[in-house]
């Protein structure tokens, strides 16, 4: 079942007007980005176990790039080839800039409410 109730929430003043404007600021910062990642990518080093490889003698071992995110509510490691690195991490970025960004819209969406409701005095 679908419906939708129109509430016209619009306070006034200057806290109200710079919440709007930073609120469709980001808006039209971020329409629907579709190839942003979750978590976090990180680097750590692994000996591969040959004992011919330069690795064996190294303190660190070889570079493993793994980039950490949640899904379905569990915490997953993904290995990241070597290649791939710069791009995950733009992504990651850009996902981490998207989600600050939804919270400040749904943040600036309350405070307008809070407002709007003390201007009406109800
Ligand atoms: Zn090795």
Redo the contacts with the bound molecule.
């Keep these: 079942m679908y419906y939708y109730t129109h509430m016209d929430i619009a306070p006034k003043g200057p806290q109200a007007a710079r919440l709007r404007q930073r609120k469709f600021q980001r808006l039209r910062q971020f329409p629907i980005p579709p190839d942003l990642l979750p978590g976090s990518l990180s680097l750590t080093h692994r000996?591969?176990?040959?004992p011919t490889?330069?690795?064996?003698a190294d303190k660190k071992?070889?570079p493993v790039w793994s980039l950490t995110f949640m899904a379905g509510g569990k915490k997953r490691v993904e290995r990241i080839p070597p290649e791939w690195v710069e791009e995950v991490q733009h992504r990651v970025e850009a996902g981490r800039e998207f989600k600050e960004a939804v919270a400040e819209v749904f943040a600036a969406n309350a405070q307008l409410l809070a407002l709007w409701r003390k201007q009406q005095g109800r």
């Excluded at 000996?47 to 040959?50: A, E, P, V």
Aim: glycine share 20%; charged share 10%.
């Design positions: 000996r591969c176990g040959q490889c330069h690795c064996a071992g070889h």
